[in-house]
């Protein structure tokens, strides 16, 4: 029998690198960004490379109690946000996400 799929808010985001600069994005994503959005109450289940296209990929969940847009609002305006250092941020030529909706559980899901 299949998983339930998770509650909750789950988005998938796909990145375009600067060509060259696909590893430098991922440490600094990894040093800045995952512990950051890992305090402010998210989960990322799932994040890696894709070196073939210079692109990044990851799921990010929330499951409340503040809307989604509010709690990004929050993080994006908060001073750790804006103090990260290198900012992987520079280095996305072309960012893409969407909301989805899983079809089975996520790992780490705590609904």
Same mark, same amino acid.
């Given at each position: 029998?299949?998983?339930?799929?998770?509650?909750?808010?789950? #988005?998938?985001?796909?990145? %375009?690198?600067?060509?060259?600069?696909?590893?430098?994005? $991922?440490?600094?994503?990894? *040093?800045?960004? &995952?512990?950051?959005?890992?305090?402010?109450?998210?989960?990322?289940?799932?994040? $890696?490379?894709?070196?073939? %296209?210079? #692109?990044?990929?990851?799921?990010? %969940? &929330?499951?409340?109690?503040?809307?989604?847009?509010?709690?990004? *609002?929050? &993080? &994006?305006?908060?001073? *750790?946000?804006?103090?990260?250092?290198?900012?992987?941020?520079?280095?996305? *030529?072309?960012?893409? #996400?969407?909301?989805?909706?899983?079809?089975?559980?996520?790992?780490? $899901? %705590?609904?």
């Amino acid at each position: 029998k299949p998983s339930p799929p998770q509650a909750g808010v789950v #988005q998938l985001r796909l990145y %375009t690198i600067d060509k060259g600069r696909l590893d430098d994005f $991922a440490a600094a994503w990894h *040093a800045g960004v &995952y512990p950051l959005r890992s305090r402010e109450g998210y989960r990322i289940p799932f994040a $890696a490379k894709i070196p073939s %296209t210079n #692109q990044f990929i990851w799921l990010l %969940t &929330y499951d409340g109690p503040e809307p989604w847009e509010k709690k990004e *609002a929050a &993080y &994006y305006g908060s001073a *750790a946000r804006a103090g990260l250092s290198p900012d992987p941020a520079l280095w996305i *030529a072309r960012p893409e #996400q969407w909301m989805v909706t899983p079809v089975v559980a996520l790992p780490g $899901a %705590t609904r």
